[in-house]
Protein backbone atom coordinates (compact mmCIF):
# COMPACT_ATOMS: atom_id res chain seq x y z
CA UNK A 1 0.00 0.00 0.00
CA UNK A 2 1.83 3.07 -0.84
CA UNK A 3 1.31 6.60 0.91
CA UNK A 4 1.19 9.91 0.73
CA UNK A 5 2.43 12.87 3.00
CA UNK A 6 1.31 16.03 2.87
CA UNK A 7 4.17 18.62 3.38
CA UNK A 8 3.04 22.46 4.78
CA UNK A 9 4.99 25.38 6.05
CA UNK A 10 5.04 25.59 9.74
CA UNK A 11 3.87 29.15 9.65
CA UNK A 12 1.22 31.01 9.35
CA UNK A 13 1.94 32.06 6.12
CA UNK A 14 -0.08 29.47 4.71
CA UNK A 15 -3.01 30.69 6.71
CA UNK A 16 -5.25 31.49 3.04
CA UNK A 17 -4.59 27.35 2.46
CA UNK A 18 -7.24 27.07 4.85
CA UNK A 19 -9.78 29.05 2.80
CA UNK A 20 -8.49 27.81 -0.59
CA UNK A 21 -8.31 24.46 0.05
CA UNK A 22 -5.01 23.54 -1.78
CA UNK A 23 -2.77 21.63 -0.61
CA UNK A 24 0.98 20.39 -1.45
CA UNK A 25 2.14 16.57 -1.85
CA UNK A 26 4.99 15.03 -2.02
CA UNK A 27 4.53 12.04 -4.34
CA UNK A 28 7.60 9.43 -5.37
CA UNK A 29 10.03 12.89 -4.86
CA UNK A 30 7.38 15.35 -6.69
CA UNK A 31 5.38 17.87 -5.37
CA UNK A 32 1.71 18.16 -6.82
CA UNK A 33 -0.92 20.84 -5.89
CA UNK A 34 -4.74 19.62 -5.77
CA UNK A 35 -7.75 21.87 -5.06
CA UNK A 36 -9.84 18.62 -3.68
CA UNK A 37 -8.38 18.36 -0.49
CA UNK A 38 -11.09 18.31 2.63
CA UNK A 39 -10.41 21.15 4.74
CA UNK A 40 -9.74 18.78 7.93
CA UNK A 41 -6.96 17.32 5.96
CA UNK A 42 -5.03 20.25 5.32
CA UNK A 43 -5.20 22.55 8.90
CA UNK A 44 -7.23 22.80 12.13
CA UNK A 45 -8.12 26.37 13.39
CA UNK A 46 -8.62 27.82 16.74
CA UNK A 47 -9.02 30.63 18.86
CA UNK A 48 -5.31 31.81 19.07
CA UNK A 49 -3.47 30.49 16.29
CA UNK A 50 -3.36 28.06 13.06
CA UNK A 51 -1.66 24.41 13.69
CA UNK A 52 -0.47 22.33 10.23
CA UNK A 53 -0.48 18.62 10.55
CA UNK A 54 1.67 15.86 8.25
CA UNK A 55 0.68 12.45 8.43
CA UNK A 56 0.49 9.51 5.68
CA UNK A 57 -2.67 9.47 3.74
CA UNK A 58 -4.05 6.94 0.77
CA UNK A 59 -3.41 7.22 -2.17
CA UNK A 60 -6.60 8.18 -3.42
CA UNK A 61 -7.87 9.48 -6.74
CA UNK A 62 -6.61 13.42 -6.16
CA UNK A 63 -3.25 11.99 -6.46
CA UNK A 64 -4.02 10.48 -9.76
CA UNK A 65 -5.92 13.53 -11.29
CA UNK A 66 -3.07 15.75 -9.82
CA UNK A 67 -0.54 13.59 -11.91
CA UNK A 68 -2.72 12.95 -15.13
CA UNK A 69 -3.40 16.79 -14.85
CA UNK A 70 0.48 18.19 -15.13
CA UNK A 71 0.58 20.06 -11.81
CA UNK A 72 4.87 19.23 -11.21
CA UNK A 73 7.26 21.13 -9.60
CA UNK A 74 8.11 23.08 -12.49
CA UNK A 75 5.01 24.88 -12.07
CA UNK A 76 5.69 28.55 -11.45
CA UNK A 77 3.64 28.73 -8.95
CA UNK A 78 5.54 26.29 -6.91
CA UNK A 79 8.61 27.34 -4.94
CA UNK A 80 11.74 24.75 -5.34
CA UNK A 81 12.00 22.21 -2.52
CA UNK A 82 15.50 23.70 -1.39
CA UNK A 83 17.60 24.92 -3.79
CA UNK A 84 20.66 24.54 -1.97
CA UNK A 85 20.52 20.89 -1.83
CA UNK A 86 19.70 20.83 -5.77
CA UNK A 87 23.06 22.27 -6.38
CA UNK A 88 25.10 20.62 -4.18
CA UNK A 89 23.51 17.51 -6.05
CA UNK A 90 24.61 18.36 -9.94
CA UNK A 91 25.48 15.44 -11.27
CA UNK A 92 27.72 17.03 -13.65
CA UNK A 93 30.63 17.35 -11.51
CA UNK A 94 30.30 13.14 -11.04
CA UNK A 95 32.63 12.24 -13.57
CA UNK A 96 35.57 13.56 -11.40
CA UNK A 97 35.01 11.99 -8.12
CA UNK A 98 36.29 9.04 -7.53
CA UNK A 99 35.15 6.38 -4.54
CA UNK A 100 33.70 9.28 -2.71
CA UNK A 101 30.58 9.36 -5.15
CA UNK A 102 29.44 5.24 -4.51
CA UNK A 103 30.28 5.94 -1.12
CA UNK A 104 27.67 8.88 -1.16
CA UNK A 105 25.20 6.89 -2.90
CA UNK A 106 25.36 3.66 -0.27
CA UNK A 107 25.26 5.94 2.95
CA UNK A 108 21.78 7.33 1.38
CA UNK A 109 20.76 3.62 0.89
CA UNK A 110 21.08 2.62 4.13
CA UNK A 111 19.34 5.55 5.71
CA UNK A 112 16.33 4.73 3.53
CA UNK A 113 16.98 7.63 1.11
CA UNK A 114 17.16 6.20 -2.59
CA UNK A 115 18.43 9.46 -4.53
CA UNK A 116 17.36 8.06 -8.15
CA UNK A 117 15.57 5.33 -9.35
CA UNK A 118 16.93 2.90 -12.10
CA UNK A 119 15.86 5.26 -15.11
CA UNK A 120 17.47 8.50 -13.57
CA UNK A 121 20.87 6.77 -12.85
CA UNK A 122 20.97 5.79 -16.81
CA UNK A 123 20.09 9.26 -17.99
CA UNK A 124 22.20 10.75 -15.11
CA UNK A 125 24.97 8.82 -15.51
CA UNK A 126 28.71 11.31 -15.79
CA UNK A 127 30.95 10.02 -19.05
CA UNK A 128 33.94 8.26 -17.86
CA UNK A 129 36.84 10.56 -17.56
CA UNK A 130 39.96 8.86 -19.69
CA UNK A 131 43.60 9.73 -19.38
CA UNK A 132 43.91 12.17 -22.33
CA UNK A 133 47.05 12.09 -24.90
CA UNK A 134 49.38 15.02 -24.61
CA UNK A 135 48.40 15.48 -28.42
CA UNK A 136 45.03 16.70 -27.14
CA UNK A 137 45.94 18.89 -24.61
CA UNK A 138 47.75 20.80 -27.78
CA UNK A 139 43.83 20.50 -29.81
CA UNK A 140 42.09 21.78 -27.44
CA UNK A 141 43.95 24.16 -25.28
CA UNK A 142 46.13 27.38 -26.41
CA UNK A 143 48.41 29.74 -24.59
CA UNK A 144 52.10 29.39 -23.67
CA UNK A 145 50.83 27.98 -20.12
CA UNK A 146 47.81 25.97 -22.09
CA UNK A 147 45.26 27.10 -19.80
CA UNK A 148 42.99 28.86 -22.24
CA UNK A 149 40.08 26.62 -24.06
CA UNK A 150 39.85 27.28 -27.59
CA UNK A 151 36.84 28.77 -29.06
CA UNK A 152 35.92 25.30 -31.00
CA UNK A 153 36.41 23.25 -28.02
CA UNK A 154 33.95 22.13 -25.04
CA UNK A 155 34.35 21.56 -21.70
CA UNK A 156 32.46 18.37 -19.71
CA UNK A 157 31.62 20.65 -16.40
CA UNK A 158 29.61 23.71 -16.48
CA UNK A 159 30.28 27.09 -18.04
CA UNK A 160 27.62 29.16 -16.05
CA UNK A 161 28.37 28.61 -12.37
CA UNK A 162 31.40 28.17 -10.22
CA UNK A 163 32.55 24.66 -9.46
CA UNK A 164 33.48 22.76 -6.19
CA UNK A 165 36.22 24.39 -4.20
CA UNK A 166 38.55 21.36 -4.56
CA UNK A 167 38.02 21.39 -8.13
CA UNK A 168 39.21 24.97 -8.53
CA UNK A 169 42.41 24.27 -6.22
CA UNK A 170 45.08 23.87 -8.15
CA UNK A 171 48.66 22.11 -7.62
CA UNK A 172 50.66 26.00 -8.54
CA UNK A 173 49.08 26.90 -5.15
CA UNK A 174 51.97 25.39 -3.59
CA UNK A 175 54.05 28.16 -4.94
CA UNK A 176 52.65 29.98 -2.14
CA UNK A 177 54.66 27.66 0.19
CA UNK A 178 57.87 28.09 -2.27
CA UNK A 179 57.75 32.03 -1.10
CA UNK A 180 57.43 32.02 2.59
CA UNK A 181 59.57 29.00 3.15
CA UNK A 182 62.58 30.84 0.93
CA UNK A 183 62.42 33.94 3.09
CA UNK A 184 62.99 31.46 6.32
CA UNK A 185 66.06 30.37 4.68
CA UNK A 186 66.90 34.03 3.67
CA UNK A 187 66.48 35.73 7.08
CA UNK A 188 68.54 32.42 8.78
CA UNK A 189 71.25 33.05 6.87
CA UNK A 190 71.19 37.11 7.11
CA UNK A 191 71.36 36.33 11.31
CA UNK A 192 74.12 33.90 10.58
CA UNK A 193 76.26 35.09 8.14
CA UNK A 194 79.32 37.28 8.80
CA UNK A 195 78.96 39.92 6.32
CA UNK A 196 75.46 40.80 7.58
CA UNK A 197 76.61 41.21 11.34
CA UNK A 198 75.92 44.78 11.15
CA UNK A 199 71.79 44.83 10.23
CA UNK A 200 72.13 42.73 13.69
CA UNK A 201 69.28 40.59 12.93
CA UNK A 202 67.24 38.83 15.13
CA UNK A 203 67.05 34.81 14.86
CA UNK A 204 63.25 34.86 16.32
CA UNK A 205 62.54 36.04 13.00
CA UNK A 206 63.62 33.26 11.33
CA UNK A 207 62.13 30.93 13.74
CA UNK A 208 58.25 32.81 13.12
CA UNK A 209 58.79 32.56 9.71
CA UNK A 210 59.58 29.14 9.66
CA UNK A 211 56.51 27.88 11.44
CA UNK A 212 54.08 29.64 9.56
CA UNK A 213 56.06 28.35 6.84
CA UNK A 214 55.45 24.58 8.35
CA UNK A 215 52.02 25.73 9.15
CA UNK A 216 50.74 26.49 5.17
CA UNK A 217 52.59 23.63 4.07
CA UNK A 218 50.53 21.51 6.45
CA UNK A 219 47.59 23.17 5.40
CA UNK A 220 47.69 23.10 1.46
CA UNK A 221 49.04 19.94 1.65
CA UNK A 222 45.87 18.75 3.74
CA UNK A 223 43.72 20.36 0.81
CA UNK A 224 45.31 18.82 -1.67
CA UNK A 225 45.23 15.55 -0.37
CA UNK A 226 41.48 15.89 0.27
CA UNK A 227 41.28 17.01 -3.78
CA UNK A 228 43.64 13.50 -4.23
CA UNK A 229 40.66 11.36 -2.71
CA UNK A 230 37.73 12.96 -3.39
CA UNK A 231 38.50 14.18 -7.06
CA UNK A 232 41.21 12.05 -8.23
CA UNK A 233 40.35 12.27 -12.13
CA UNK A 234 40.92 16.03 -11.62
CA UNK A 235 43.85 15.15 -9.90
CA UNK A 236 45.46 12.74 -12.67
CA UNK A 237 44.59 15.13 -15.20
CA UNK A 238 46.73 18.16 -13.57
CA UNK A 239 49.72 15.13 -13.76
CA UNK A 240 49.17 14.34 -17.33
CA UNK A 241 49.17 18.47 -18.78
CA UNK A 242 52.18 18.85 -20.66
CA UNK A 243 53.06 21.88 -18.43
CA UNK A 244 51.01 21.44 -15.16
CA UNK A 245 53.16 18.56 -14.57
CA UNK A 246 56.10 20.68 -13.50
CA UNK A 247 54.15 21.71 -10.47
CA UNK A 248 53.97 18.56 -8.91
CA UNK A 249 57.85 19.30 -7.95
CA UNK A 250 56.68 22.12 -5.99
CA UNK A 251 55.77 20.55 -2.64
CA UNK A 252 58.82 18.40 -2.57
CA UNK A 253 60.65 21.99 -2.89
CA UNK A 254 59.18 23.50 -0.33
CA UNK A 255 59.63 20.81 1.83
CA UNK A 256 63.40 20.73 1.12
CA UNK A 257 62.87 24.53 1.65
CA UNK A 258 61.69 23.68 5.34
CA UNK A 259 64.81 21.50 6.21
CA UNK A 260 67.38 23.96 5.09
CA UNK A 261 65.46 27.03 6.81
CA UNK A 262 64.98 24.91 10.16
CA UNK A 263 66.01 27.29 13.29
CA UNK A 264 69.27 26.55 15.29
CA UNK A 265 66.72 26.45 18.40
CA UNK A 266 64.79 24.20 16.71
CA UNK A 267 67.89 21.29 15.04
CA UNK A 268 71.40 22.16 14.58
CA UNK A 269 71.67 18.79 12.18
CA UNK A 270 69.21 16.85 10.71
CA UNK A 271 70.08 13.08 10.18
CA UNK A 272 70.71 12.10 6.52
CA UNK A 273 68.22 9.48 6.26
CA UNK A 274 65.77 12.62 5.83
CA UNK A 275 67.41 13.49 2.58
CA UNK A 276 66.87 10.64 1.06
CA UNK A 277 63.14 10.07 2.19
CA UNK A 278 62.74 14.07 0.54
CA UNK A 279 64.51 13.39 -2.60
CA UNK A 280 62.60 9.73 -3.20
CA UNK A 281 59.77 11.34 -5.14
CA UNK A 282 61.97 14.18 -6.82
CA UNK A 283 64.30 11.67 -8.28
CA UNK A 284 61.17 8.99 -9.74
CA UNK A 285 59.33 12.61 -11.36
CA UNK A 286 62.65 12.90 -13.04
CA UNK A 287 62.78 10.51 -14.62
CA UNK A 288 59.50 10.78 -15.80
CA UNK A 289 59.97 14.44 -16.71
CA UNK A 290 63.23 13.85 -18.49
CA UNK A 291 62.70 10.59 -20.02
CA UNK A 292 59.78 12.26 -22.09
CA UNK A 293 61.53 15.57 -22.75
CA UNK A 294 64.13 13.53 -24.84
CA UNK A 295 61.82 10.85 -26.03
CA UNK A 296 58.27 11.64 -25.16
CA UNK A 297 56.61 12.69 -28.25
CA UNK A 298 54.59 14.94 -28.23
CA UNK A 299 55.98 15.56 -24.70
CA UNK A 300 59.01 16.21 -26.03
CA UNK A 301 61.20 19.11 -24.55
CA UNK A 302 60.75 21.05 -27.73
CA UNK A 303 57.01 20.88 -27.48
CA UNK A 304 56.12 21.56 -23.82
CA UNK A 305 59.28 24.08 -22.95
CA UNK A 306 58.00 26.73 -20.39
CA UNK A 307 59.06 28.75 -17.90
CA UNK A 308 57.45 26.79 -15.21
CA UNK A 309 59.44 23.87 -16.30
CA UNK A 310 62.73 24.62 -14.24
CA UNK A 311 60.88 23.75 -10.95
CA UNK A 312 62.02 20.58 -12.39
CA UNK A 313 65.29 21.15 -12.91
CA UNK A 314 65.15 23.32 -9.20
CA UNK A 315 64.48 20.27 -7.49
CA UNK A 316 68.07 19.22 -8.68
CA UNK A 317 69.67 22.38 -6.80
CA UNK A 318 67.98 22.66 -3.88
CA UNK A 319 68.73 18.53 -3.46
CA UNK A 320 72.15 18.94 -4.11
CA UNK A 321 72.70 22.22 -1.24
CA UNK A 322 70.61 20.54 1.20
CA UNK A 323 72.86 16.85 0.97
CA UNK A 324 75.70 18.67 1.03
CA UNK A 325 74.50 20.60 4.25
CA UNK A 326 73.99 16.92 5.81
CA UNK A 327 77.50 16.34 4.93
CA UNK A 328 76.98 13.72 1.92
CA UNK A 329 79.17 14.04 -0.82
CA UNK A 330 78.30 11.26 -4.03
CA UNK A 331 74.66 11.81 -3.97
CA UNK A 332 74.63 15.41 -4.08
CA UNK A 333 77.13 16.00 -7.07
CA UNK A 334 75.02 13.19 -8.11
CA UNK A 335 72.11 15.50 -8.63
CA UNK A 336 73.94 18.82 -9.73
CA UNK A 337 75.34 17.04 -12.45
CA UNK A 338 71.85 15.90 -13.61
CA UNK A 339 70.77 19.17 -12.97
CA UNK A 340 73.07 21.16 -14.85
CA UNK A 341 73.22 19.03 -17.59
CA UNK A 342 69.29 19.17 -17.95
CA UNK A 343 69.67 23.20 -17.32
CA UNK A 344 71.68 23.78 -20.16
CA UNK A 345 69.42 22.44 -22.70
CA UNK A 346 66.11 24.21 -21.16
CA UNK A 347 67.90 27.30 -21.12
CA UNK A 348 68.68 27.28 -24.65
CA UNK A 349 65.24 25.50 -25.86
CA UNK A 350 63.26 28.41 -23.99
CA UNK A 351 66.34 31.44 -25.42
CA UNK A 352 64.96 30.40 -28.57
CA UNK A 353 60.90 29.54 -28.07
CA UNK A 354 61.14 26.47 -30.01
CA UNK A 355 57.87 25.36 -29.56
CA UNK A 356 55.68 28.06 -31.56
CA UNK A 357 57.51 31.10 -30.62
CA UNK A 358 54.45 32.49 -28.99
CA UNK A 359 54.76 35.71 -26.80
CA UNK A 360 54.24 35.03 -23.20
CA UNK A 361 50.92 37.22 -22.19
CA UNK A 362 51.11 39.41 -19.44
CA UNK A 363 49.02 37.54 -16.87
CA UNK A 364 52.06 35.31 -17.10
CA UNK A 365 55.01 37.58 -17.13
CA UNK A 366 56.12 36.61 -13.57
CA UNK A 367 57.02 33.23 -14.43
CA UNK A 368 60.13 34.59 -15.89
CA UNK A 369 61.74 34.90 -13.31
CA UNK A 370 61.96 31.43 -12.68
CA UNK A 371 64.75 31.99 -15.15
CA UNK A 372 66.70 33.45 -11.81
CA UNK A 373 65.91 30.24 -9.71
CA UNK A 374 68.05 27.74 -10.85
CA UNK A 375 71.29 29.48 -11.09
CA UNK A 376 71.12 31.01 -7.59
CA UNK A 377 70.23 28.06 -6.27
CA UNK A 378 72.88 26.21 -8.34
CA UNK A 379 75.77 28.95 -7.03
CA UNK A 380 74.97 27.90 -3.19
CA UNK A 381 75.04 24.45 -4.05
CA UNK A 382 78.25 24.56 -5.59
CA UNK A 383 80.02 26.24 -3.36
CA UNK A 384 78.57 24.35 -0.56
CA UNK A 385 80.13 20.85 -2.52
CA UNK A 386 82.79 22.19 -2.90
CA UNK A 387 83.80 24.12 0.42
CA UNK A 388 83.80 27.64 -0.97
CA UNK A 389 82.39 29.85 -3.22
CA UNK A 390 85.16 29.20 -5.99
CA UNK A 391 84.83 30.23 -9.11
CA UNK A 392 82.29 28.02 -10.69
CA UNK A 393 79.80 28.93 -8.24
CA UNK A 394 80.66 32.84 -9.40
CA UNK A 395 79.98 31.69 -12.60
CA UNK A 396 76.22 30.55 -11.82
CA UNK A 397 75.58 33.35 -9.72
CA UNK A 398 76.59 35.98 -11.95
CA UNK A 399 74.26 34.46 -14.65
CA UNK A 400 71.56 34.76 -12.33
CA UNK A 401 72.72 38.36 -11.59
CA UNK A 402 72.31 39.48 -15.03
CA UNK A 403 69.03 37.59 -15.65
CA UNK A 404 67.68 39.37 -12.64
CA UNK A 405 68.76 42.89 -13.98
CA UNK A 406 67.70 42.31 -17.58
CA UNK A 407 64.16 41.35 -16.44
CA UNK A 408 63.80 44.00 -13.51
CA UNK A 409 64.86 47.04 -15.73
CA UNK A 410 61.51 45.84 -17.81
CA UNK A 411 58.75 48.12 -16.18
CA UNK A 412 56.04 46.98 -18.07
CA UNK A 413 56.56 43.57 -16.54
CA UNK A 414 55.00 44.64 -12.96
CA UNK A 415 52.04 46.61 -14.71
CA UNK A 416 49.12 45.96 -16.74
CA UNK A 417 47.99 42.66 -15.65
CA UNK A 418 45.22 41.02 -12.98
CA UNK A 419 46.65 39.02 -10.17
CA UNK A 420 46.49 35.19 -10.21
CA UNK A 421 48.61 32.74 -8.22
CA UNK A 422 51.63 33.39 -10.83
CA UNK A 423 52.88 36.50 -9.38
CA UNK A 424 54.20 33.64 -6.56
CA UNK A 425 56.70 32.93 -9.36
CA UNK A 426 58.24 36.56 -8.08
CA UNK A 427 59.19 35.49 -5.04
CA UNK A 428 61.23 32.47 -4.56
CA UNK A 429 63.76 33.51 -7.49
CA UNK A 430 64.41 37.37 -6.25
CA UNK A 431 64.91 35.46 -2.45
CA UNK A 432 67.32 33.25 -4.02
CA UNK A 433 69.49 35.52 -5.77
CA UNK A 434 69.12 37.30 -2.30
CA UNK A 435 70.54 34.31 -0.34
CA UNK A 436 73.28 33.77 -3.48
CA UNK A 437 74.37 37.68 -2.56
CA UNK A 438 74.97 36.93 0.88
CA UNK A 439 77.01 34.10 0.23
CA UNK A 440 78.95 36.01 -2.26
CA UNK A 441 79.24 38.85 0.17
CA UNK A 442 81.33 37.04 2.83
CA UNK A 443 83.59 35.93 0.42
CA UNK A 444 84.37 39.59 -1.18
CA UNK A 445 83.45 41.76 1.39
CA UNK A 446 83.05 45.66 0.60
CA UNK A 447 80.49 48.36 0.49
CA UNK A 448 79.04 46.92 -2.72
CA UNK A 449 78.33 43.49 -2.02
CA UNK A 450 77.25 44.72 1.50
CA UNK A 451 74.88 47.37 -0.32
CA UNK A 452 73.65 44.87 -2.74
CA UNK A 453 72.72 42.42 -0.32
CA UNK A 454 70.74 44.70 1.91
CA UNK A 455 69.16 45.74 -1.64
CA UNK A 456 68.00 42.58 -2.89
CA UNK A 457 67.02 41.25 0.72
CA UNK A 458 64.67 44.75 1.06
CA UNK A 459 62.88 43.92 -2.54
CA UNK A 460 62.51 40.19 -1.90
CA UNK A 461 60.98 40.96 1.37
CA UNK A 462 58.34 43.67 0.16
CA UNK A 463 57.48 41.07 -2.81
CA UNK A 464 56.84 38.61 -0.78
CA UNK A 465 55.22 40.77 1.80
CA UNK A 466 52.81 42.69 -1.03
CA UNK A 467 52.10 39.37 -3.10
CA UNK A 468 50.57 37.48 0.30
CA UNK A 469 48.67 40.20 1.34
CA UNK A 470 47.20 40.70 -2.01
CA UNK A 471 46.78 36.89 -2.26
CA UNK A 472 44.84 37.00 1.56
CA UNK A 473 42.49 40.07 -0.27
CA UNK A 474 41.85 37.42 -3.40
CA UNK A 475 41.43 34.58 -1.43
CA UNK A 476 38.15 35.65 1.51
CA UNK A 477 37.48 39.28 0.56
CA UNK A 478 36.79 39.59 -3.73
CA UNK A 479 36.40 35.57 -3.36
CA UNK A 480 38.57 35.49 -6.88
CA UNK A 481 41.69 33.75 -6.02
CA UNK A 482 40.74 30.05 -7.28
CA UNK A 483 38.63 30.54 -10.88
CA UNK A 484 37.16 27.48 -12.60
CA UNK A 485 40.35 25.43 -13.67
CA UNK A 486 39.61 25.34 -17.51
CA UNK A 487 42.69 22.88 -18.28
CA UNK A 488 41.38 19.63 -16.42
CA UNK A 489 37.34 20.16 -17.42
CA UNK A 490 38.27 19.71 -21.47
CA UNK A 491 36.61 16.45 -22.99
CA UNK A 492 38.14 13.59 -24.53
CA UNK A 493 37.51 14.08 -28.23
CA UNK A 494 37.46 16.97 -30.07
CA UNK A 495 33.70 18.27 -30.73
CA UNK A 496 31.94 17.55 -34.07
CA UNK A 497 32.36 20.15 -36.53
CA UNK A 498 28.71 21.57 -37.16
CA UNK A 499 28.58 22.58 -40.91
CA UNK A 500 25.86 24.67 -42.61
CA UNK A 501 25.82 25.66 -45.84
CA UNK A 502 23.99 28.70 -47.60
CA UNK A 503 22.81 29.22 -51.06
CA UNK A 504 23.59 32.73 -52.70
CA UNK A 505 23.16 34.15 -56.23
CA UNK A 506 25.37 36.78 -57.53
CA UNK A 507 24.29 39.57 -58.46
CA UNK A 508 26.31 40.98 -61.06
CA UNK A 509 25.41 41.98 -63.73
CA UNK A 510 28.05 40.00 -65.40
CA UNK A 511 27.00 36.75 -64.42
CA UNK A 512 24.10 35.87 -67.15
CA UNK A 513 24.51 32.20 -66.53
CA UNK A 514 23.07 33.02 -62.98
CA UNK A 515 25.65 31.26 -61.37
CA UNK A 516 25.45 30.01 -57.40
CA UNK A 517 27.87 29.76 -54.76
CA UNK A 518 27.90 26.95 -51.86
CA UNK A 519 29.15 28.90 -48.65
CA UNK A 520 30.63 25.96 -45.71
CA UNK A 521 30.58 27.54 -42.09
CA UNK A 522 32.94 25.07 -39.79
CA UNK A 523 32.90 25.16 -36.37
CA UNK A 524 36.63 26.94 -36.54
CA UNK A 525 34.76 29.97 -38.06
CA UNK A 526 36.28 29.09 -41.29
CA UNK A 527 34.90 29.57 -45.17
CA UNK A 528 35.01 27.34 -47.31
CA UNK A 529 33.32 28.63 -50.66
CA UNK A 530 32.51 26.86 -53.91
CA UNK A 531 31.32 28.01 -56.89
CA UNK A 532 29.47 25.36 -58.72
CA UNK A 533 27.48 26.89 -62.40
CA UNK A 534 24.06 25.61 -62.34
CA UNK A 535 22.73 26.28 -66.01
CA UNK A 536 18.88 26.05 -66.32
CA UNK A 537 18.05 24.11 -63.27
CA UNK A 538 14.39 24.14 -62.78
CA UNK A 539 12.88 21.47 -60.91
CA UNK A 540 14.36 20.97 -57.50
CA UNK A 541 15.13 17.06 -57.90
CA UNK A 542 17.62 18.12 -60.58
CA UNK A 543 18.95 21.10 -57.85
CA UNK A 544 19.20 17.92 -55.24
CA UNK A 545 21.21 15.64 -57.15
CA UNK A 546 23.51 18.14 -58.39
CA UNK A 547 24.01 19.04 -54.49
CA UNK A 548 24.43 15.84 -53.58
CA UNK A 549 27.44 15.43 -56.26
CA UNK A 550 28.97 18.61 -55.19
CA UNK A 551 29.02 19.05 -51.28
CA UNK A 552 30.92 15.93 -50.46
CA UNK A 553 33.60 16.80 -52.80
CA UNK A 554 33.87 20.59 -51.05
CA UNK A 555 33.88 18.91 -47.50
Known amino acids: MQFVSISMPPSPVGVHLHNTKRGVFEYNDRAIISNDIPRSAVASKNNRQTKFYSQPIPKGPVVNEAIASGKSPKDPGLPPKNPRIDVHKDKRFDSFKTWSGKLEGQISNLRGKHRETEVDLETQRPAEVEILPADRY ?53 ATS ?44 EYYHPVRVNFFFAPWIALLFLALGVPPSVSQKLHQSL ?21 GGQRRLSKVANPSSHLSIVGNFVGALLGASMGLKEGPMFLFAVGLAHYVVLFVTLYQRLPTNVTLPKDLHPVFFLFVAAPSVASMAWARIQGSFDYGARIAYFIALFLYFSLAVRVNFFRGFRFSLAWWAYTFPMTGAAIATIRYSVVVTNIVTKSLTVVLCAVATLTVASVLVTTIIHAFVLGDLFPNDIAIAISESRPKPSVKWFHKRNASSDNKNGEKFLKCSNSEGKDIVAASVLKDVENSHSHKVLETLILPVIL
Not at 202 to 210: A, F, K, S, T
Open 138 to 190: FDALEGPELDTLRASEEILLPKDKKWPFLLRFPISSFGICLGISSQAIMWKTL
Open 194 to 237: ASTRFLHVNPDINLVLWCSSLALVAIISFIYCLKVIFYFEAVSR
Open 275 to 295: WYILMAPVFCLELKIYGQWML
